[in-house]
């Protein structure tokens, strides 16, 4: 008798473990649990219905869990449908077998979908301003995500919520008639925190790239926080102004080769304003020229612009060589012989924009003429023939939201071998080996 007690014992251990391990990595499929799980997404939302497939019931010893996993699922909400790939649910295993069925946590992961059905999914499950300008603002695209919902053991209420995806091929209207296409990103959002990754988009054929994108709510406010970089573009200086809603016209619209490399941050209200944005900026670029009708001779070549936007004001420091626009097709000129030129641009709120410059070159053949060409300063005084001099230049000027020229200042100093007068003045002497220092002031708009 005793022998019979402990082989079935041991033949019970058998089934049990054998049913255990067989619950624990295959499971069993039935149709029975489909009402269970619609159930439980009726808990989140009254008004969702799902189309189902049979359900795959797991046990998890370690989590006491019971899981629940059914795949190709259409999720429906009122009339707008989401596909989805499974759908998994974990249920206290205490509470199954008591009939209680406790929620732990629900997960979704959804098939590729366009971002059109999406936006509509989601408005009608919870209708919001955000989503009202996110649907007339996006076009095509499309979008997968993997979305987990935690509940409270105690309530049974959701407590936390994880969602991650990607997005593809989106495009976004902008105000003006702009676009930005070809949007690309992958994201995490946890509860108030929000991460977006890998971002790639197209603006105005500007190709941007950025590692990473953060947001976090506080209260009623979204601090936003990133960073993004683009890659031998060709582009309109002015239009990187304008992005920053800069009207300054003191580059010409000649497009020139950059590289970006830029780090942002602002608040976005619940009004939707952006409040206290700041932005650093380092820009890379080939040519660079002014517009003509501040001048016409020199032009920036092989230099770096340094961008510090905060609390309305900027600053934008220029690092580059120069060259005359007359010798830009000369390719003989070793870049590492040209000459240096620094400019400072300040811009204050509700204040004119501030230029300060400073330039030299090393001793070269040039028309006298054309250094104070350069500040559109008319002196006939000086002959026209080309001398060899060496200078360094200082000047300042302020630019009125009329763009025009105001308190124009240039200090100079120039040394030059042979100086020669214009001929309807005097043409017995002339100046050499000489210097010459010069001070012009003028308070008068130009």
Known sequence: MRKIFITTFLLLILVFTILTIYFSTIGIKTSKFNQLIK?????IDPRLNAELEEVTLMLDLPKREIKFETNNTDLYLNNNLVKLSKINIDIDI?????????????????EENSIENILNFLQSYRANFSLILLKNAFQKGSAKAKLKVNFDKLNGKYKSYFASGEVMNAQLNLPNNKKTKNINFNFNLEDEKYEFE????EYEKLKINSEKLKVIKKNQNYFVKGSFKSKQNSISPRLLFNTLNLDLDLFSDEKVTINTDNEFSFEVSKKLKINDLQIISKLKFDKLFFNNKYQNLIYFEDGTVKTNF???NLS????SKYNFIKDKDNNKINIKDKDDIKLHIVKKKDEDYVVQGAFKNRKKLIDPKVLFD???????????????IETDNNFAFKINNKQKINDLQ?????KFDKLFFNKKYQELIYFEDGIMESNFSCVRSS
């Not at 934008?316 to 690092?319: M, P, S």
């Not at 350069?374 to 060899?388: A, G, M, N, P």
């Not at 240039?410 to 120039?414: F, G, N, T, V």
């Open 39 to 43: 159930d439980k997404l009726i808990k």
């Open 94 to 110: 205490f509470s199954f077998f008591k009939k209680k069925n406790e929620l732990k946590n629900i997960e979704i992961i959804t």
């Open 198 to 201: 890998n971002i790639s988009f």
């Open 310 to 312: 905060s609390k309305n």
């Open 316 to 319: 934008i420091d220029v690092f």
């Open 374 to 388: 350069l500040f559109k300063v008319k002196i006939d005084i000086l002959s026209d023939k080309e001398i060899k």
């Open 410 to 414: 240039i200090m100079s100093k120039l």
